[in-house]
């Protein structure tokens, strides 16, 4: 005993000591969300220079102005250039005086600020021989958490939580006015590439149009745009297509060539036809006719016509053409306005007049091929021809598009300074700074944070974008699966949504691996919002070790080899090394070494099944060069997370993918320091016992989303129904699914004061109230661990200047908690802002959702007491939950029997059990690498699982089938056939009873209608639509119609003339007759019409009736009544 003592004094112990994550450990999470990081990361080491770069210098002219400084009359131009933009890392307020300057993400949550950096950028002011600089602020720029320029970068998880972090905090998103929010990828045309396409829109065009044509997006070094696109005229001829400012022209393609560069009709016409092949139109790999001869003659007849002989002539024609759109200056050529044109509209990506050239004669070659039929169109909607739009990149178009929209109104203001004064000296240094000064530039930083909090943009140009809304989102913290899925998910775009067509929803073979066949959502937005399988990875302008990727050979180098096929895919060899890209891991069968593809080679590939099969392929098809890492490889992070789910019906799986989003789970470490408006905690957290092998992989341990339930199938009582589900009343009471809603209710005392007022409202218990002591202490904030009704007071601000006390009160339908209250600031001022936390405890009742990870979704219908429930003959146990055996055979999710077989197998052996889906493909793959631990007998992928699990069963007693003899917890006898019971994990979903129900009988009237108002928020009733009162019809219960919608809606009496039948005339008026007292009498409702009262009766009537009658009149529609008495 005395050795034992010593030795737990001397630290041995066998207490659990603290766990911290390892940093290494979540490798796989950072890699989710990397394409948000990296992109960012871009954006503010890279692309804010390029972008800079990118920004045309403004140019002012004033003519003929006599200048003081030169002595003589001359034409003063000035340029305004920016150069030398830098973002900080965020920082507090000077003024604060804290002594930590660094602003942490922690303190903007709980502030509801913003984490955000200073922009700086350097104005030029450029007069030809003199050079002016400035430096201007534009604001506070948003800064991405764990990006490089935020303070938790690099940081280990022991020093994350010290910072009252995630532990696993993987960043990636941003905190505007305290709300973490997201940008949304979005898929968009893959840039540098041409795509063919047939659209009737291009007949309306002009005369001539066809309804073939090519786009290609063109993308410059700072990720902006420009569409441009290749009309085909049915004559033989071809129109270039650009947007200058919103607006698109179209100029013949003859004299886009002649204008790249000094060439001769002959090498236009040989360059045009030698892709043409006589004698072998109809062979393999031709794409070409005779015709294409014909076509380029038409072309250089046409040009000729302009007349457009020389490069010169036709830059003076585009330079004419373009001069007045962009405001070109008077001292410009048209010949230089030509090539000014060409340079920043027309294939942007490239520098070179010589690329540009041999670029539009290859886009002439395949137009000439798809219109004769020798290569096929393409498809817009398919993977192949898509990219993504990442956060960064988004942020730089932005940002640049603001700073060419801030130079172009400081020239408008230079200009109407000019016109309005003309003594303004434009050479005067200080008087232009005065009026670019005026163009507030700090509203830049300003707009990205708007882009931020509400997803929209604010643009006179469409920065080459389809949407102008819907590029952010809340990052919802409602569980692990909801916020991971932010990351991971990829919008098609608004513009889609509004279309009728479904073409853009399907599912192309084309996404295999890249795009998750089953996580996207039932109803609206299906197809549209998809999310990226979980091996799926983003192409970025770094390499593996965030270093500048090599310009030449890159490890993500796409290489896309197009076969000669008369008729199909137009040929060629496409190299590929742009960002953006979707991009995913196979193994090379040669040489065993993991090689990234994407969907574009993907098509041209062969890629074999781990299962063993040919996957589909005919006998003569060549062998597979790849195999895929894992079955599971084509799934997304959630759906991967479904167990067994290739035993399931995929609308099931579908399902589980929405409502594992809607689960109350643990979802956050550092709950205790959060201030979120709403956020949800379940109280006992478990681990499932059946998991699949991303479960460990991406640590979900640290956020469990349900509970190990003892699940019974039977038709037990009435209360099992359809979806309805029985619950052990005292394993809730034990703590089964209980629940927490935790809202936040922000007090800043600094928006009720002046600045010249200094502070004068403070948080303080006034003393003449003794009826507030109970709930307020002396410092007027309320005590924690109280519990509050609707109408009770949580703090009090009182003025030192007036005495005047303010309480604010609680507004809620239910009783809550004061869980904590966070006091908020530097400690060095007056208290100014709090936040009171409150506590909704939600112990499962009568009406809340629950749900199985196999989309079997139930409601819970009565608490069934523990002594009346059925019991096991084997083990006396009861089950937790019970459910209808109805549920199964329709829904056909065979991998819930599983789960409950293999669970239940595993807890009698203390072990987890594997039930990643396609194990047997798993296991396959696994003997043939020389793996172990797939739990295959002896890896015989034909081997069920059913037989593992049965075995196991039966070597702890129990039956091989999972069914177990039961007997009724009323009469005490046996029920009359074995029972299927086992573990399942269940989660209790955030759809609460507690959180939708509403009645009323009396409350908040719409003044116009004097019908209830409707929403629960209001105070309302439930809507009583049509379909309502066809059903009471149906049923014959018309007097209870009656009562609904008018008696207990917008009773209303109402004076009727049956004289002339108007419901509007009638008035009430007082008595005229001048006898004493004969005032004092009711009054008389009289006709203004028939100046009479004596045919004017009341009749009961809808408020709204009357109402209508008022609409007509104003419409000058006369409403007449025919009263008659019942």
């Known amino acids: 005993m005395e050795k034992k003592r010593k030795k737990e004094k001397d630290g041995a112990t066998t207490s659990r000591p603290p766990r911290i994550p390892d940093s290494a450990a979540y490798k796989a999470l950072e890699d989710l969300v990397s394409p948000h990081i990296d992109s960012f990361d871009y954006f503010v080491q890279r692309g804010l220079v390029e972008a800079v770069k990118g920004i045309a210098p403004v140019e002012i002219e004033q003519d003929g102005f006599h200048s003081g400084d030169f002595g003589f009359s001359l034409d003063v131009v000035l340029a305004l250039t920016l150069d030398k933009p830098v973002v900080q ?151 270039l297509g650009f947007v200058i400012r919103r607006q698109e022209f179209v100029i013949p393609v003859g004299i886009i060539l002649k204008a790249f560069m000094d060439t001769s009709d002959r090498e236009i016409f040989e360059q045009l036809s030698g892709i043409h092949v006589q004698g072998q139109e109809q062979s393999k790999g031709a794409v070409g006719s005779q015709l294409i001869s014909q076509r380029a003659r038409i072309i250089i007849e046409e040009t000729q016509r302009q007349p457009c002989l020389t490069r010169l002539d036709c830059l003076r024609y585009i330079g004419e053409t373009f001069r007045t759109p962009l405001e070109a200056l008077s001292s410009m050529s048209n010949a230089e306005v030509g090539e000014d044109v060409l340079r920043r509209f027309v294939f942007v990506h490239l520098d070179n007049f010589r690329d540009k050239f041999n670029l539009l004669i290859h886009m002439l070659h395949k137009l000439f091929a798809v219109v004769d039929g020798s290569a096929s169109i393409d498809s817009s909607d398919t993977l192949q021809h898509q990219e993504l739009l990442l956060p960064g990149h988004l942020m730089n178009i932005y940002l640049k598009d603001r700073l060419e929209d801030w130079l172009y109104r400081c020239k408008r203001l230079l200009q109407r300074e000019m016109q309005l004064k003309e003594e303004f000296d434009l050479s005067d240094h200080a008087k232009v700074l005065k009026i670019v000064e005026k163009n507030n530039a700090v509203d830049i930083g300003k707009r990205i944070e708007y882009l931020l909090s509400t997803g929209n943009i604010q643009s006179q140009s469409h920065m080459d974008l389809q949407q102008a809304n819907g590029f952010s989102v809340v990052a919802e913290k409602l569980n692990f699966f909801r916020f991971i899925s932010h990351f991971r998910s990829v919008h098609r775009g608004a513009f889609f949504a509004r279309q009728r067509t479904t073409s853009v929803r399907k599912l192309l073979p084309e996404s295999w691996g890249f795009l998750c066949p089953v996580h996207t959502p039932d109803g609206e937005p299906c197809g549209l919002l998809t999310h990226l399988s979980s091996l799926c990875k983003i192409s970025t302008d770094l390499d593996q070790n965030n270093h500048p990727k090599d310009p030449k050979v890159p490890i993500d180098l796409e290489i896309g080899y197009v076969p000669c096929t008369y008729a199909g895919a137009y040929p060629g060899l496409f190299l590929y090394t742009t960002p953006s890209r979707f991009l995913r891991p196979v193994k090379q069968l040669d040489t065993g070494a993991i090689e990234l593809i994407s969907a574009f080679e993907q098509a041209y590939m062969e890629i074999a099944c781990p299962d063993g099969g040919n996957c589909g392929r005919t006998p003569s098809a060549p062998p597979a060069t790849h195999i895929e890492l894992h079955p599971t490889a084509m799934l997304s992070v959630v759906a991967s997370s479904t167990p067994w789910s290739d035993h399931n019906q995929s609308p099931r799986n579908m399902y589980q993918c929405q409502m594992g989003k809607q689960t109350l789970g643990f979802a956050s470490q550092a709950l205790k320091f959060r201030t979120d408006h709403k956020m949800y905690n379940l109280q006992n957290p478990q681990s499932p016992v059946a998991r699949n092998v991303n479960y460990k992989k991406y640590n979900m341990d640290e956020f469990p989303l349900g509970t190990n339930a003892v699940v019974a199938v039977l038709a037990y009582t009435g209360f099992d129904m359809e979806d309805a589900m029985i619950m052990n009343k005292s394993s809730m009471e034990r703590g089964l699914a209980h629940g927490q809603i935790y809202k936040t209710e922000h007090v800043d005392l600094s928006l009720l004061q002046k600045k010249s007022d200094g502070i004068v409202n403070l948080f303080s218990r006034p003393t003449g109230k003794r009826n507030i002591h109970n709930f307020l202490d002396v410092d007027g904030l309320p005590h924690i661990g109280q519990t509050m009704h609707n109408g009770d007071p949580y703090c009090s601000v009182l003025n030192t200047m007036t005495g005047d006390a303010k309480l604010h009160k609680l507004k809620a339908a239910e009783n809550v908690v004061i869980d904590s209250v966070i006091a908020i600031g530097h400690g060095r001022d007056p208290l100014q802002k709090i936040a009171v936390k409150f506590r909704h405890d939600r112990n499962p009742v009568i009406g809340d959702k629950f749900s199985s990870r196999h989309g079997q979704k139930g409601i819970l219908s009565q608490l069934w007491p523990d002594i009346d429930m059925p019991f096991s003959a084997v083990t006396g146990m009861r089950p937790d939950i019970i459910i209808n055996p109805h549920a199964f055979p329709s829904r056909m999710t065979i991998g819930m029997l599983m789960e409950s077989m293999a669970a239940k197998a595993g807890v009698l052996r203390g072990e987890y059990v594997d039930s990643t889906p396609f194990r047997s493909s798993s296991a396959a793959l696994d003997a043939k690498d020389g793996k172990t631990g797939s739990g295959y007998k002896g890896k015989d992928k034909h081997y069920p699982a059913i037989s593992e699990f049965g075995e196991q069963l039966a070597q702890h007693g129990f039956n091989y089938h999972g069914t177990e003899v039961m007997y009724s917890g009323l009469l005490g006898t046996e029920l009359t056939c074995e029972i299927f019971i086992g573990v399942v994990y269940y989660q209790r979903l955030r759809h609460m009873v507690s959180d939708k129900f509403q009645v009323r009988s009396l409350g908040a009237i719409n003044p116009v209608t004097r019908q209830p108002v409707g929403g629960r928020k209001l105070g309302g009733g439930i809507r009583f639509g049509e379909m309502e009162r066809d059903s009471l019809l149906a049923h014959g219960a018309a007097y209870l119609l009656h009562d609904r919608l008018h008696t207990s809606s917008d009773y209303h009496v109402g004076d009727v003339c049956t004289t002339c039948g108007s419901l509007l005339s009638t008035l009430m008026v007082p008595s005229k007759q001048p006898a004493v007292g004969a005032r004092n009498k009711p009054k008389k409702a009289t006709c203004k019409v028939c100046q009479s009262n004596a045919g004017v009766v009341k009749v009961a009537m809808p408020f709204v009736f009357r109402y209508l009658a008022a609409e007509l009149a104003a419409m000058n529609v006369k409403l007449t009544l025919k009263v008659a008495s019942a």
């Open 89 to 239: 890392p965020p920082v507090k307020d000077l003024k604060e005086k804290a002594m930590e300057h660094r602003l942490l993400p922690k303190e903007c949550r709980q502030g509801f600020l913003s984490y955000t950096g200073a922009l700086n950028i350097q104005l030029i002011l450029d007069y030809g021989s003199m050079t002016r600089y400035h430096q201007l602020s534009l604001g506070k720029l948003p800064i991405m958490l764990k990006s490089s320029l935020c303070h938790l970068r690099g940081l280990s998880p022991q020093k994350l939580i010290s910072l009252k972090e995630e532990g696993t905090e993987m960043g990636g998103y941003f905190i505007v006015k305290g709300i973490e929010r997201i940008i949304r990828k979005l898929i968009v045309p893959k840039r540098n590439h041409i795509i063919a396409i047939r659209r009737n829109a291009f007949q309306n065009r002009g005369a001539g149009f066809s309804d073939i044509g090519l786009m290609m997006r063109c993308v410059r070094p700072d990720q902006t745009g420009s569409t441009i696109k290749l009309y085909y005229l049915h004559h033989g001829t071809a129109r």
